[in-house]
């Protein structure tokens, strides 16, 4: 915000500079000349403030108390009943943290993201790095991969959650006719896990591998002429140009991965609800089940709302400062 | 572009030729990956053509006595067609109110250096985090008191908060990569900045606008959390909703869901596809240019 104070002063000036006629204010003055960008910006401003800004305050302040479903205020026809929550401070939070089921959420959580991002970010590199080559038929492949991004989020959780079935779904039955016996998929933990592992990554390598075939389509083909002309092998090249020549694009959408992943809804929520037990349940589902399945705990689920974003900005500045050393201007 | 490099690649790989032996590799690699993207939409289609009770088969089967007999059930036994109206409606308002915010907003932070503007810049970002559990009880809340549960605007509200700032970005990006001496050429020939933004900058970034619309649409389309919980009416649900019904916890119809799975990915994949180059330039135009 310190711009805008230096934006302001520089306004100020020019007004006292030669011309000398506008008697004008710096506040007027600043309103004559930004007026247009401001009209541009304010409908956003207000949509975002109004709808994540004032939520968010008061999301914050019940997080803080003991709302449920049984002490929020509401409306029964013409009976208007009295929220009777408290504010409770911290409690929500203490409770969260120091209870096992956050940490294994958590960790849980981590891993999920980590693997699906790291197997979005290899495969699709690996398929652009392909598809940048001299192929045959390469329009024609490039169509094939992209198509499940075609397919939006919910429909794919169907269609998996059919796949997976243990008694009439296609990938039983295909382990039956090689002679396996049959998994129960959705049935255990562990396989339950790979399961939506595998959907997630099913749905996400279409993104990176376009992203990052747009990177790798601008990285100039002389540069690698050269290099082959210096006598580098293929894996100095990859390490020489194709990696700091995609580090702009990469950084930018393994970030994005990673947010989404970590705010992925849909697969878990639709696939597994979570089950068996909370095995699969991240934290974002586990959140939103808090308040909207048997006794709507609005706070419990406002303080695990507050501790995902909180960890999610954390992750972001990290990663951020992270770049910066390496040079990057982002 | 693209023709530029595989020209170039094409001459490096004069030099490196490659052997028969790697050919068969790559396209081996290739149709394994092919395969595995697109065998759950094909099994998808294959089901969904296969008698009522189909699905239910231990068998492998590709077909089985194939029939519309699902289509014709979904379209006139159940709610589909209201729930599709549903979606249809809110995913069009999100789009259109969207894309408009979006490019207003994109390019005033593109274009001009006003106080705020570090701001609006830091909240596009930060937005982008938001997790939906932390926001939904309070806007559901919020949509109570104003009235708007089961509403579709209340729905259009709640998509827009997500779709907007992602957007604004990419028109953001999109809107730095067009020269500003045509902004000042507009400006030159007597247009207002509004003018010049309507008249000149906009025609200009229509693969860009083309990405929003359809990143828009997408979020709306494919949105179940929101939905859930806001449109508890059964002739207010959209389509992420109410297909959970054919398959619940104790009674499932594959059939049916299948089918309305198909009439739902058909559709969006043709506008994909229709759009998918403009999506590539869209998101990479900022991220390679800086």
């Not at chain 1, 009439?168 to 998994?183: C, D, E, H, R, T």
């Not at chain 1, 595998?198 to 002429?225: R, T």
């Not at chain 2, 408009?100 to 106080?115: E, N, V, W």
Request: with cysteine; glycine share 10%; charged share 15%.
């Amino acid at each position: 915000m310190n711009g805008t104070t230096s934006d302001r002063a520089a306004d100020a000036t020019g007004v006292r500079g030669p011309g000398r006629r506008e008697k004008a204010g710096p506040a007027r003055r600043a309103m004559a000349r930004h007026w247009y960008a401001w009209a541009m910006v304010v409908p956003v401003v207000l949509v975002t403030g109004l709808l994540i800004g004032w939520p968010l305050v008061r999301g914050v302040y019940l997080s803080l108390t003991d709302a449920t479903e049984a002490t929020m205020g509401r409306t029964i026809g013409v009976n208007v009943i009295p929220s009777t929550y408290e504010f409770v401070g911290l409690d929500n939070y203490v409770s969260i943290l120091g209870s096992g089921l956050f940490w294994e959420k958590l960790v849980w959580t981590v891993i999920w993201t980590v693997v699906c991002v790291g197997l979005h970010y290899s495969l699709g590199l690996g398929l652009a790095m392909l598809l940048n080559r001299r192929v045959r038929f390469r329009s024609t492949y490039r169509l094939l991969l992209i198509l499940p991004w075609a397919i939006p989020g919910f429909v794919a959780a169907f269609i998996w959650r059919y796949l997976y079935n243990s008694d009439y779904g296609v990938i039983n039955a295909m382990l039956k006719a090689a002679g396996f016996g049959a998994v129960g998929w959705l049935d255990e933990p562990t396989t339950a896990k790979i399961a939506v592992i595998a959907v997630n990554v099913w749905m996400g390598v279409p993104f990176m591998m376009i992203a990052v075939l747009g990177g790798l389509q601008s990285i100039p083909g002389e540069l690698y002429e050269a290099a082959e002309m210096d006598g580098a092998t293929p894996w100095q090249r990859f390490r020489h140009i194709t990696v700091p020549g995609l580090r702009t694009v990469s950084s930018t959408v393994v970030l994005l991965g990673t947010i989404w992943t970590f705010n992925m809804f849909p697969v878990i929520f639709l696939i597994t609800r979570g089950g068996p037990g909370s095995s699969t349940e991240i934290l974002v589902t586990y959140a939103y089940r808090e308040a909207f399945t048997s006794i709507r705990n609005y706070s419990g689920s406002a303080a695990w709302g507050m501790i995902i974003l909180l960890l999610l900005v954390v992750l972001a500045l990290v990663y951020r400062r992270a770049l910066r050393r390496q040079g990057e201007v982002w | 572009m693209s023709s530029i490099t595989a020209g170039s690649t094409g001459r490096a790989r004069r030099r490196g030729e490659r052997g028969v032996g790697s050919s068969i590799l790559l396209h081996a690699t290739l149709i394994a990956a092919s395969l595995i993207s697109i065998f759950p939409i094909v099994w998808l289609i294959l089901t969904s053509l296969k008698p009522r009770d189909g699905w239910l088969s231990t068998e492998l089967e590709l077909f089985n006595q194939p029939s519309l007999d699902n289509y014709i059930r979904v379209l006139t036994e159940t709610q589909f067609p209201t729930w599709l109206l549903n979606s249809v409606i809110a995913a069009g308002l999100t789009t259109v109110l969207g894309v408009f915010l979006a490019s207003t907003t994109g390019y005033a932070i593109s274009r001009f250096r006003f106080p705020g503007h570090r701001g609006v810049m830091w909240m596009l970002l930060i937005t982008q985090m938001f997790p939906v559990a932390i926001l939904i009880v309070p806007l559901y809340n919020l949509m109570a008191g104003l009235g708007l549960l089961n509403q579709i605007p209340g729905l259009v509200i709640a998509y827009m908060t997500v779709s907007v700032p992602f957007c604004a970005w990419m028109m953001k990006s999109y809107f730095d990569s067009i020269p500003r001496e045509i902004d000042e050429a507009g400006m030159v020939d007597g247009l207002t900045p509004f003018g010049t933004f309507w008249r000149v900058i906009l025609p200009l970034a229509r693969p860009s606008l083309a990405v929003t619309a359809f990143y828009s649409f997408m979020t709306a389309w494919g949105e179940v959390a929101y939905a859930s919980v806001f449109m508890s009416q059964e002739e207010k649900r959209t389509l992420g909703v109410g297909l959970q019904q054919f398959v619940g916890q104790h009674w499932s119809d594959w059939g049916l869901l299948t089918a309305s799975a198909v009439l739902i990915a058909v559709p969006a994949s043709i506008v994909f596809l229709l759009v998918q180059r403009h999506l590539v330039a869209g998101l990479t135009a900022g991220a390679t240019k800086s």
